[in-house]
């Protein structure tokens, strides 16, 4: 069984998903010309042997401005309140506002797999 969660660290705050479009808003812009981390945990669970396994990842993101149309459509959207810190860096209108990762995409969305992978191997070599 694998079971994960993440988290939007920026400027040393922690950021869940956003709960109103004030603070998806707020959220946002406050990555424009900013970057923000995302900090992901993993726990794999054999649940036939009850081996536990577990670790986390960081991946850092890197903004170009963002304009405040692309801020209301992706509101409007509203995937934004599904997503750790509102950010979805895979979305086509924020894609190309990315300038740079530091890290992997698939932890930036939410599951680091060379970590899940590592995880998964360990937890089925236990006894």
């Not at 506002?97 to 797999?113: C, F, H, N, R």
Request: charged share 25%; net charge negative.
């Amino acid at each position: 069984m694998i079971t994960a969660d993440q988290v939007v660290v920026h400027d040393g705050v922690i950021r869940e998903k956003p709960s109103t479009p004030e603070e998806a808003r707020k959220f946002i812009k406050g990555y424009s010309e900013s970057h923000a981390a995302t900090i992901g945990s993993v726990l794999v669970t054999n649940v036939k042997t009850g081996a536990r396994r577990e670790g986390w990842d960081k991946a850092e993101v890197y903004f170009h401005k963002i304009p405040d149309e692309v801020v209301e459509s992706l509101i409007e959207e509203g995937n934004v309140f599904y997503v750790a810190g509102g950010l979805l860096v895979e979305h086509p209108l924020t894609s190309p506002l990315v300038e740079a990762i530091v890290g992997t995409i698939d932890s930036v969305m939410g599951l680091p797999k060379a970590l899940t992978e590592r995880l998964i191997k360990e937890s089925l070599s236990e006894p």
